[in-house]
């Protein structure tokens, strides 16, 4: 009897596992080609590079001139220029002047940059800028300055300020930082903007752009916190943050986000994970917190920590996947769909159901050193890199291993942004 077994599992197993060597000779070690791949593997179009800078690059923003726009943010020290536009292939200037990236002493911080993180260019020609209102000065777990911590929109041609949003200051407790924006000029009378706060509490904020009144959602669940303890990977290193020799985890929380298919979606950035929720749910202050929880969709994890999310026209978001040196993107719309899943065709129309989405790579290159912010503009995916692994709080006993100029790029994808 057991020797009948014996047969059967091995019978089993030769079903399962047959015998492909046969088809290749006997190369012996010092043979390195064929199977094993020597090298990174690269997928996806070729990148175009558009900038070289300096400093490392938080913000990324192209206008329908296509220029250039980056942030150099405060997190981690002073920089001489908050926001510039791009010049030439090396060459930028302060923008919109000289005169608002550097708050003077007693001037009121809504009236200049404290600590911008990032730059947008929204469905009419409105450029926007979001800073945290933090100094790069300030210590650990500060709150935000009221009238610094704020959102600001500006004419791409004549760079004038439109008009100012300050996050009120109820909404600043527990150290509220925002990260990054994106504006939705079609919800209520004027519009909204969207925004995360990626505090180790962390949380969603969104901005009536009529009134200037705002809400905040999510505030310290689950579903904006970072993994407990988490550990990123990246070239191939494991990454923690670090004092000296002391070792810790970072917390970051809501990161990179994007307006796609009536959703707002973000990604936590010390995690694998990415969520979304419809932005009707997030602005109705009928709903309870408890409410605009339940509403959240999880389609989950993309094998990733996601530093920056965009959009384009046909409800695909692009993740920036810093830990695979990536590019991913997800189809929202079922209509861009092109294989069948979990039983539904290719094709068809509505939205994708969070279980049905199907994460895949656009483009992975050595070159893509973490991705950080992008924007769509005739057909280009334009993005900036700042290898933000590889700087002091993340490196042993602080070295900075970053290794300029960090350059931005664009690859092709042929859409245009979201609307």
Known sequence: MLSLQLLVVASTAAAYFPDTTSDFRPFGPGYNRGAYPQDFTVVGPPLEAVHDSQRAPTGLAVDTAHNIYLTYPRNTGQTPNNVVICTTFNAETPWPSADIQNCTTG???????????????????????????????????????????????????????????????????????????????????????????????????????????????????????????????????????????????????????????????????????????????????????????????????????????????????????????????????QSEVEMAVNGVAAGGSGPVAAENYVVKTLVRNGMIQHADSGAILDGWLYFCTNQLELSPGRQYNNTDNRRGPFRSFRVWVGRGPAV
């Open 107 to 333: 001037q009121d911080p809504a009236t200049c940059f404290v600590n911008v993180q990032n730059v947008v260019l929204d469905s009419i020609g409105q450029l926007w800028v979001v800073d945290s209102g933090i100094p790069y000065d300030a210590a650990s777990g500060s709150v935000a300055l009221y009238g610094g911590a704020k959102i600001m929109s500006f004419n791409q041609t004549t760079s004038e300020l439109i008009r100012t949003y300050p996050i009120p200051q109820a909404l600043l407790a527990h150290g509220t930082n925002a990260n990054d924006v994106r504006i939705n000029n079609t919800l209520g009378a004027n519009g909204y903007a969207f925004l995360t706060d990626e505090s180790t509490t962390s949380s969603i904020l969104a901005i009536n752009l009529d009134d200037g009144s705002a809400v905040r959602r999510l505030f310290n669940t689950s579903v904006v916190r970072a993994d407990e303890n988490y550990v990123g990977s990246y070239d191939g290193n494991l990454i923690y943050l670090w004092n000296g020799t002391k070792k810790s985890y970072t917390s970051t929380g809501a990161d990179g986000m994007a307006l796609a298919s009536g959703n707002f979606y973000w990604g936590v950035l010390a995690s694998r994970r990415f969520y979304y929720v419809a932005q009707s749910a997030v602005i109705d202050t009928n709903l309870s917190d408890a409410d605009v929880l339940a509403a959240v969709q999880n389609p989950g994890q993309c094998a990733s920590e996601q530093a920056g999310f965009t959009a384009d026209d046909k409800g695909r978001v692009y993740i920036f996947a810093s830990e695979q040196n990536a590019i991913y993107y997800v189809d929202t719309q």
